[in-house]
């Protein structure tokens, strides 16, 4: 069974960063292609950075372009996002979602996860 576990959430002031982590129990990790999205308070789930199987293909929400990176790394099976330039804007609940298709194409958008992740609170004060 798959299983994915975020961490790294925190409070933090506005303009500071955080780095979230999730690690995803299987032997099948290096395949899977992986997502961040991030739901606030009264508000749909929102798709944020996805990367793919390879970690060389990278995708973003227009909101958090050149602020936030997900990387990944197989060998500890753990998908990563560098948050940056936090705004208030950016508090959410963060999740990590996972598809075991290697090659499904922008199922992100769709939020068509095989799996999800259970989140991790992001709280930015101004």
């Known amino acids: 069974q798959v299983q994915l576990v975020e961490s790294g959430g925190g409070l933090v002031q506005a303009g500071g960063s955080l780095r979230l982590s999730c690690v995803v129990s299987?032997?099948?990790?290096?395949?899977?292609?992986m997502a961040w999205f991030r739901q606030a308070p009264g508000k749909e789930r929102l798709f944020v950075a996805a990367?793919?199987?390879?970690?060389?293909?990278?995708y973003y929400a227009d909101s958090v372009k050149g602020r936030f990176t997900i990387s990944r790394d197989n060998a500890k099976n753990t998908v990563y996002l560098q948050m940056n330039s936090l705004q208030s804007e950016d508090t959410a609940t963060y999740y990590c979602a996972g598809k075991s298709n290697t090659y499904a194409t922008r199922w992100y958008a769709r939020y068509e996860a095989d799996y999800w992740g259970q989140g991790t609170q992001v709280t930015v004060s101004s």
């Open positions: 990367i793919s199987w390879t970690g060389n293909l990278t």
């Open positions: 299987g032997r099948t990790f290096s395949s899977y292609q």
